[in-house]
Nanobody, 114 residues
Framework: VQLVESGGGLVQPGGSLRLSCVAS????????MSWYRQAPGKERELVAT????????YYADSVKGRFAISRVNVKNTVYLQMNSLNPDDTAVYYC????????WGQGTQVTVSS
């Protein structure tokens, strides 16, 4: 199994980023997938989840209304569109399959700062 996250960067408060995660080594199209994040000095937390067909989503209260999770199964890719970013969103973002929790990828750093 391989999970490769990308799309992070430095953005000003109020800005947007779209993260991507390309997965391989398992039956992606039937797998519920999630985005997680870990801020410095804090535990990793669940941010958003999408079911296999993309019809059901879940969001942490802290990102509800600002983030959107989606997927393109033919590309084995799950996305996280992040809008109205604020400094509290600064973290390393990871994707994973919550029912399996495979080895974590390298993540992608998101820094929100003016």
């Amino acid at each position: 199994v391989q999970l490769v996250e990308s799309g992070g960067g430095l953005v000003q408060p109020g800005g947007s980023l779209r993260l991507s995660c390309v997965a391989s080594g398992f039956a992606f199209s039937s797998a519920t997938m999630s985005w997680y994040r870990q801020a410095p000095g804090k535990e990793r937390e669940l941010v958003a989840t999408v079911n296999g067909v993309g019809s059901v989503t879940y969001y942490a209260d802290s990102v509800k209304g600002r983030f959107a999770i989606s997927r393109v199964n033919v590309k084995n890719t799950v996305y996280l569109q992040m809008n109205s970013l604020n400094p509290d969103d600064t973290a390393v973002y990871y994707c994973n399959r919550p029912s399996r929790l495979y080895s974590w990828g390298q993540g992608t750093q998101v820094t929100v700062s003016s």
